[in-house]
């Protein structure tokens, strides 16, 4: 199976690390409250982190009750700052990638992860894997790019108009799942396109019941602060989903 690390790129790492450093990045204003809404009382929980990146929900999970935390991540660039600024003698930072997660002898009660799935070629494999990892009952809570956004192929994504005003989205081959090469820092940067509707099948396929799924649109008090997040009324930038074995 396919596995990308482009988190060790040092040109990619470094414009990633300014995005988030950047105050009021989509992140921070949108996909970290709406997976955080999506988590139960992690009181005395073991919670798995998929593609764990700086530790910071790591410590998050700790400061909320988790018992134990164990975060993985392919980019030995990201669990070097993890460890050094979001270390906790209940968090264990593993350098794995997703894929291998058959390899982990291991129980938890919940499995999150953010804004990695769509770096997976081999969803339905990586579902497998979860659930199997999952105790009776436990969580799979994750966000990834809206399907809107990762089907995106070629030329401009947005029409707009003379001054600048964003009209509608450019949508194509949203049908067409699969492997798309985009250049975000660096070329060739790679993820996996899935219809909406295989997102949510491949969980069910793999036993879980999908309770929740957002889809996180700015309300009135974050169009007053950034009022060009009024852009994702035509196409949200993240899907989150919360299933449970």
Not at 24 to 52: H, I, R, Y
Not at 62 to 85: H, P
Not at 203 to 208: I, V
């Amino acid at each position: 199976m396919s596995k990308q690390n482009i988190y060790d790129n040092e040109t990619f790492f470094d414009g990633y690390k300014k995005i988030r450093d950047t105050a009021g990045n989509a992140n921070d204003v949108f996909e970290m409250p709406a997976l955080f809404s999506l988590l139960p009382d992690l009181k005395n929980q073991t919670v798995l982190d998929l593609g764990c990146g700086f530790g910071e929900h790591c410590i998050h999970y700790i400061e909320q009750g988790a018992k134990k935390v164990v975060g993985i991540d392919i980019s030995e660039k990201m669990l070097a700052i993890a460890k050094a600024e979001n270390s906790h003698p209940n968090i264990s930072y593993l350098h794995m990638p997703m894929e291998d997660l058959a390899g982990l002898d291991m129980q938890f009660d919940v499995v999150i992860s953010s804004l990695a799935i769509h770096y997976v070629e081999n969803y339905g494999a990586l579902a497998k894997d979860v659930y199997r990892l999952l105790n009776p009952g436990g969580l799979f809570i994750f966000s990834q790019e809206h399907p809107l956004c990762t089907c995106y192929t070629r030329g401009d994504r947005w029409t707009q108009d003379e001054e600048g005003n964003f009209l509608y989205v450019n949508l194509s081959n949203y049908g067409v799942e699969g492997e798309r090469d985009s250049k975000w820092f660096v070329e060739n940067v790679r993820k996996y396109h899935r219809t909406f509707s295989t997102i949510v099948n491949t969980l069910l396929d793999a036993g879980f019941t999908v309770e929740r799924v957002l889809e996180p649109l700015p309300d009135q008090e974050i169009l007053k602060q950034y009022p060009a997040y009024s852009r994702l009324f035509h196409k949200p930038d993240f899907l989150l989903v919360r299933a449970r074995k």
